[in-house]
């Protein structure tokens, strides 16, 4: 089993296949990353589950990045928790956009920090003008689903799709946004039919390999400790901006965790 500092592979995303690793996904959102177990649950989201009607808008889209194109050849059975090169970390923000998502991107602004935001569709028409800060500020848009729903990754491929559809729907009709080059599953499952739905649309399974626990709401000194006693070239780390009642712990942490990564050398960054 590697250790989490090995850096093979660090210059392009590292894999595992989704079939060897199902049975351990199944139970709980238990993932495996480049030989490291990770627990894959933002099982503290409170979304509703509600399917509910999403809410017109008439104003303006703001300008989003560009989404990245696919490799022709990329493997949908993979699973990035690992990406770019040795002198970078990435910060992801789930479940959002919600009433913590501005104090984060005022944090991420003063720190001059570009991170990415895997949004759920719901959360995108309650909170559409949350969401464009989010755009408007220069992160990368990252799909979550529309309702976060775990049965989601039980689901055939066409559901699957449907659900994935549906985020990207509201994402395009709240932001004027194209279709995100992330996908990251409900609970960070990736089994079963998953990958044959990310083939269909062209887009890319987002893991992690620091999970910083914030959902479970520990204290800001445990949430800290969590992520940069995890530091590693290419790592990308969990985080939540939504779902729960709040993220007030995420928020107080998120200054020395920008602090502490770019003190053992590494600069914060986007995936590619």
């Known amino acids: 089993m590697r250790g989490p500092g090995n850096r093979r592979g660090i210059r392009r995303a590292t894999r595992f296949t989704i079939a060897a690793v199902a049975a351990a996904a199944?139970?709980?959102?238990?993932?495996?990353?480049?030989?490291e177990y990770r627990n894959g649950a933002d099982a503290g989201n409170d979304v509703n589950a509600a399917d509910a009607e999403a809410p017109a808008t008439t104003s303006a889209p703001v300008p989003a990045p560009e989404p990245l194109p696919a490799p022709p050849d990329w493997d949908y059975s993979t699973v990035i928790g690992y990406t770019g090169d040795d002198t970078e970390m990435h910060l992801t923000f789930d479940d959002g956009p919600g009433k913590d998502t501005p104090a984060i991107l005022d944090i991420l602004d003063r720190y001059n920090?570009?991170?990415t935001f895997c949004m759920t569709g719901r959360q995108t028409d309650e909170e559409p003008d949350i969401g464009r800060q989010v755009l408007a500020r220069g992160h990368l848009l990252c799909n979550h689903s529309y309702s976060h729903l775990p049965s989601i990754n039980r689901g055939n491929a066409a559901g699957i799709t449907a659900e994935i559809n549906k985020a990207n729907d509201a994402f395009a009709r709240q932001y004027g946004a194209p279709q995100p080059t992330y996908y990251r599953a409900p609970e960070g499952v990736f089994n079963g039919q998953v990958p044959t739905a990310l083939a269909g649309l062209k887009m890319r399974a987002l893991g992690w390999a620091v999970d910083s626990r914030d959902w479970t709401k520990p204290g800001v000194d445990t949430i800290v400790n969590n992520v940069l006693s995890q530091v590693g070239p290419g790592k990308i780390v969990?985080?939540?901006?939504?779902?729960?009642?709040?993220?007030a712990q995420t928020v107080a942490a998120l200054p020395r965790i920008i602090e502490g990564i770019r003190a053992a050398g590494y600069r914060l960054t986007t995936p590619r």
């Open 113 to 115: 920090v570009k991170a």
């Open 26 to 35: 199944v139970g709980g959102g238990a993932l495996v990353y480049a030989g």
């Open 238 to 247: 969990l985080m939540h901006d939504a779902g729960g009642t709040d993220r």
